[in-house]
């Protein structure tokens, strides 16, 4: 069984940006009644974007 370690929160910076509304309302539908903050939907969704990415060139 694997030693449990305590989890390190990383460094964060905030950003200011802006959604369109029609967004917003689609990520709040999505999160709704989930244990998920629309910062971590966005993070998440921004860490796949960026993978896809990644890939994308890897194969090119």
């Known amino acids: 069984m ?3 370690q305590i989890p390190k929160t990383p460094t964060t910076t905030n950003k200011t940006i802006r959604f369109p ?3 917003i ?3 709040e539908e999505a ?3 989930k244990d998920c903050t629309f ?3 966005v993070i998440a ?3 796949n974007a960026l993978e896809d ?3 994308e060139q ?3």
């Open 39 to 41: 910062s971590a939907f």
């Open 31 to 33: 999160i709704r009644g």
């Open 21 to 23: 509304n029609e967004v």
């Open 2 to 4: 694997a030693k449990f």
């Open 25 to 27: 309302e689609e990520v």
């Open 53 to 55: 990415l990644k890939d």
């Open 45 to 47: 969704a921004v860490k």
């Open 58 to 60: 890897e194969t090119k």
